[in-house]
């Protein structure tokens, strides 16, 4: 059984940035594609972004390019989501996620509590 513990959520204004962290505990962190996920008031989960178990791919949904990144440090069990230039549509329950097979099949084993990030226009 894999727990996940998000943290960095916060109030930012517009265009500032954010740094989520997501700590894993009870598994082997390495066999697992890692996902960010967020969810606004009144709207449904969203897939955010994904990154493989080494960290050699990532992947992201368009609304994010070029302004989240996800990366990861396997010693430490931990997967980040950098987030700049944020927008105030950005604001939502941010949460991680893991699964052995997410990287091609998309289902994911274990969720963290998630952490609200809320962009102030």
């Known amino acids: 059984q894999v727990q996940l513990v998000e943290s960095g959520g916060g109030l930012v204004q517009a265009g500032g940035s954010l740094r989520l962290s997501c700590a894993a505990s009870g598994g082997t962190f390495s066999s697992y594609t890692m996902g960010w996920f967020r969810q606004a008031p009144g709207k449904e989960r969203e897939f955010v972004g994904r990154?493989?178990?080494?960290?050699?791919?990532?992947y992201y949904v368009d609304s994010v390019k070029g302004r989240f990144t996800i990366s990861r440090d396997n010693a430490k069990n931990t997967v980040y989501l950098q987030m700049n230039s944020l927008k105030p549509e950005d604001t939502a329950v941010y949460y991680c996620?893991?699964?052995?097979?997410?990287?091609?099949?998309?289902?994911?084993?274990?969720w963290g509590q998630g952490t609200q990030v809320t962009v102030s226009s």
């Open positions: 990154i493989t178990r080494t960290g050699d791919m990532s």
């Open positions: 996620a893991a699964g052995t097979t997410a990287w091609n099949t998309g289902r994911y084993d274990y």
